[in-house]
Structures are given as C-alpha cells and as structure tokens.
C-alpha cells in the first residue's frame, strides 16, 4: 500500500508549516533546502518543489537547479511498510491555499478542454518509491485544507513492492497507455490511482484530460468539482537519494462544458424514482438515469436554441444498448428527426462519438437492450457550440 492516504492525514501540522513558507521569492541556480517542509519557487513561479517530509525525521534534502529539473539530494530512508517517509514533489496550480502564478489552476473538471503534462525523471536502481503525479479536485474552487473531492494519483513507475491505495478495480486503455485501476475511499475524498503497466522513466505529452474523464465516468471524481492542482513527485519508502526530475511542464486549458448540463430533460420512462432523467445531466458520474425494462426507451435534452453539435458521450451503466440511435430535432415530439449516429453493435462503457449536426433537441433512443434490464446512463453530454 502506498501510505498515500495517511500522508494526508498529517496535513493539519503540513498545511500550518506551508503557511509559513509560501509564497517564497524566486529561486536562484542550485538553492537547496533540508527543511522538512521547506519550499523553493521555480521558473519564475510558474511552480514550486516542495520537500513534503512527514512521516520520518531523518534528513531529506532537496536541491533545485533550474527551469523545473531538481532532485532529492540527500536521502536514506530505511521504513519497511506502512506510509510513506516523505512525498518531495513540484507542483502547478493551488496546493492547500499556496498557488503558483499563471496556472490557469482551480479549473472546473467540466470545463476542462484539454490537459497534458511531460516529465522526465532520474530513477535509482536500489530503494522502495514510486514516481507519481498526484491531482486533488476540490467542490470549491479555494480551499485551505484537505480537498473534499478526488484524488488521482497517475505512477509512472515504481521499485521495491509499493503499490497504490485501495483495490484494483480494472485494466485499461487511456489516451494510447495501457494502466492497471486502483480505487479506494478515504475518510472525506475518493482516491483513484492509474498504474503505467510496464512502467517509464519519462512521459510525453500525457493525455491527462482522459484520465480525468475516466475517473468521472467511474464516479470518483465528480465533473462540478474544480482541479485545484497537479503535483509529480516521489513517495520514498527506502533510499531516495538521487531520485530527480530533469524537465516537467503540466498544463490545463478551458472550454465550454457540455452543453446539455443542467438543461431540461425528458425520458420515456423511469425504473423508479432513484433513477430520474436529470441524473444523466447533472456533471456528476455517480447518479444515474434507469429505464423500465423494454426495448425502445429514450431520454432527450432540450438544449434551449439551437446550436451545433460536434461531440457526444454516452457513458452507460451495465444495462447499454445493443442497437441505439443519436438524434437531433427541432421538434420535441421528434415527429422529424435526423441521426447523428447509429450502430447495432453497442458495447457499452463510455462512448465518445463525433457527430455533426444542429438542433435543440438531442435524443438517445436505445431501440434493443444488451441485458433484460432497461437502458441506463451515468452521464449524457451533449457537446458544440
């Protein structure tokens, strides 16, 4: 177990000493500090390494040289389980109340257009650690303590039998990378870990928008919250000492969210009252819209003018549709219609379907089931302008 839950459970004493510390003036050339919970600004405060020692007093040093390449310069550490000694890490955006200048950082998970980051590491050969991002999603967009949201952690790699929090749930294909899926909760946020299979020594250009969307199409990460941050650092259990980052660059850009969020919504029919058609647009993957158990169920969101239509994703509940229909109308009775997608070979999952159109009204018409139950959605986003 990674022991990245308690670490944050120290975070009252962490929180009090980051305070202190931030904001630091800019860094220069080679500025190094052994403070536990020391501070160094980088490229001109576009982020800032922080030392992040909590569960250990044994000396940690870490050494900034310049740009964002820095390294653990002094380490030993010798826990054989448990959490982890320390977690030294740069980050960009709003760690616990301390934000970096020009992050474009608390940004709504909706809103999110796209989101890549690049890193390079140095990885020892001996000691227990893992090399990981780490990213807190918040309800609000400020918060000076524990977020309440999610946590996605994304290991890059990892040496001496560490492993994430929680259970692994699934293995999957994300932006073109294969990871293994870890879930778990803690006592007051949700805690998803995505695990590179085969591990790497660097990554480039790293689709983390899609980790994001996955982490809200499983539920642990709800699309209202507000990404307040992205660390990448080092969880160091054993040695540490030379772990580095040569080069890191993370960023986050913003867009219009769906525009079938929050809009009315009709549906030919519900299981029961827990599963409403507003479910499927509220932005958040853990409610739901359920169907009666029949062929020819749909749910329809009226966008309010009309607009045109480029994207839509469908993420599905275990009871999906073998053979469905993506409609647009100006009509509400849908007595005239025109497909923006069709198919008889459903799959289920989430399904991210480019489409072309315009219309006011989008439908979903689920024309044969792929189980005895009805059709059920997490979410339906309608996505253009």
């Known amino acids: 177990m990674s ?17 202190m510390l931030l904001p630091m003036p800019a860094a220069h050339a080679a500025t190094t500090t052994c403070d536990p919970q020391g501070s160094i600004s980088a490229a001109g405060g576009e982020y800032t390494i922080q030392a992040n020692e909590w569960n250990s007093s044994d000396q940690q040093c870490i050494t900034y040289s310049s740009g964002t390449a820095w390294s653990v310069s002094t380490a030993n550490f010798t826990l054989s389980g448990g959490a ?10 709003c760690h616990w109340g301390a934000c970096t200048s020009g992050s474009g950082l608390p940004l709504q998970v909706s809103k999110i ?8 590491t140095t990885q020892p050969a001996s000691g227990a650690y893992d090399v990981a991002y780490d990213l807190w999603t918040n309800s609000t967009p400020t918060t000076g303590g524990q977020p309440d949201g999610s946590e996605i952690m994304i290991w890059m790699n990892s040496r001496g039998g560490v492993g994430p929090f929680g259970q692994k749930v699934a293995t ?19 805690i998803v870990s995505y695990v590179l299979q085969g591990g790497a020594t660097s990554l480039s250009n790293l689709d983390v928008k899609a980790l994001i969307d996955d ?4 539920g642990v990460t709800n699309a209202n919250h507000y990404l307040l941050d992205a660390e990448a650092g080092f969880e160091i259990w054993k040695g540490g000492q030379g772990l580095a980052t040569t080069s890191f660059s993370f960023n986050a850009t913003a867009g219009a969210g769906p525009l079938s ?27 739901r819209w359920s169907s009666s158990f029949a062929d020819g169920q749909w749910i329809q969101v009226d966008l309010g003018a009309v607009k045109q239509i480029n994207r839509v994703v469908l993420n599905w509940e275990a009871a999906y549709a073998r053979q469905f229909r993506v409609q647009v109308s100006n009509d509400p ?30 439908r979903l018409l689920g024309q044969t089931r792929a189980t005895p139950y009805g059709v059920s959605l997490w979410e339906f986003q309608v996505f253009g302008s």
């Open 172 to 190: 999957a294909s994300i932006g073109g990378l294969n990871w293994d899926v870890w879930t778990g909760r803690q006592t007051s946020w949700n």
């Open 113 to 120: 257009a796209s989101s890549t980051s690049s890193w390079s």
């Open 84 to 93: 982890p000694a320390t977690y030294p890490s740069i980050y960009k955006g």
């Open 261 to 287: 969020q929050g809009r009315p919504v009709t549906a030919s029919s519900v299981e029961n009252a827990s599963y409403q058609p507003a479910n499927a647009v509220d932005g958040n993957g853990s409610t």
């Open 3 to 19: 022991g990245a839950q308690l670490r944050r459970l120290a975070v009252a004493a962490l929180v009090g000493a980051t305070a």
């Open 333 to 362: 009775s849908f007595a005239t219609s025109t497909d923006l997608y069709a198919t008889g070979a459903g799959t289920g999952g989430v399904n991210t379907l480019a489409v072309s159109g315009s219309g006011r009204y989008v």
């Open 215 to 218: 982490s809200v199409a499983r």
